[in-house]
């Protein structure tokens, strides 16, 4: 394939007149990037998944949730409902037939949600650092009580991080999530499933991954560790590995 061709034929715009995407035209199954928390669809991993589709021609999705990235919105105003929300407004609306759900951090999160709301048309899943779940089990234990005071009397606390400005966390993301958890009951998804996962992570654990793989129903699971991987997993060689592993999913499906 001329991926310059392929690379012109990209579809930008904004779903609804908010949502900022971009989509590749290509094979079935598609694949769908879900963006971390803060992250968005010109991150590394969303475009070493834009080259791989440009060049074996394979549909491909990537957006912006509200508040991130090129989208309309204020990223204090978003909640994991409402982020859930736009990725099944933006698979409706520019997904055909099966799909493949490749999900990063909070875009783990994301995924699965989205997975259960559209079961169906699922045919499998790439979690990065998967974190469902993370603003209660992880987050919230993290915060020392002056900080859980400060979110719940003020709204909002600004946290440091290594990864730019300080991270704002309101009190509505935090009781949002609590009503998406979807760890404490079986996930209904029988759809291959692979986990890529860092041994290093300091945000999301790796034994986190093994209460993902425990909840997802179906029996084609695997969880790939990357002993002195961090929660980016953005060097070359995991790029490479994330590739292989979505295509590992794809190809046969394209047969």
């Known amino acids: 394939m001329d991926t310059r061709l392929a690379a012109a034929a990209e579809e930008t715009g904004r779903l609804e007149g908010r ?19 803060r992250s968005d669809m010109q991150g590394s991993k969303a475009l070493a998944l834009r080259e791989h589709c440009l060049a074996t021609g394979r549909a491909l999705l990537r957006f912006d949730y509200s508040g991130h990235g090129a989208s309309a919105g204020d990223f204090e105003d978003g909640t994991i409902g409402q982020w859930a929300d736009d990725a099944i407004a933006a698979f409706d609306a520019l997904t055909d037939g099966p799909q493949i759900l490749v999900g990063s951090s909070m875009g783990g999160w994301i995924a699965l949600l989205l997975a259960k709301a559209r079961l169906g048309r699922i045919a499998g899943l790439v979690g990065i650092a998967p974190a469902p779940d993370f603003t209660e089990t992880l987050l919230w234990p993290a915060l020392d009580p002056a900080q859980r005071a400060e979110i719940m009397e003020h709204g909002v606390l600004r946290i440091p991080s290594q990864y730019g400005d300080p991270t704002p966390i309101t009190r509505k993301l935090i009781e949002d999530g609590k009503t998406r958890n979807v760890l404490d009951a079986q996930i209904p998804l029988r759809a291959p499933v692979r ?17 993902v793989v425990d909840a997802i129903a179906g029996d084609d699971v695997r969880l790939h560790l990357i002993k002195d991987g961090d929660h980016r997993l953005s060097r070359p060689e995991d790029l490479a590995l994330l590739v292989q592993m979505v295509e590992g999913l794809a190809a046969p499906l394209s047969a």
């Open 19 to 37: 949502l900022a995407y971009a989509r590749l035209p290509g094979r079935a199954p598609g694949i769908v990037f879900l963006p971390g928390f």
């Open 195 to 211: 986990i890529l996962q860092g041994m290093r992570d300091p945000d999301v654990p790796w034994r986190h991954a093994l209460r």
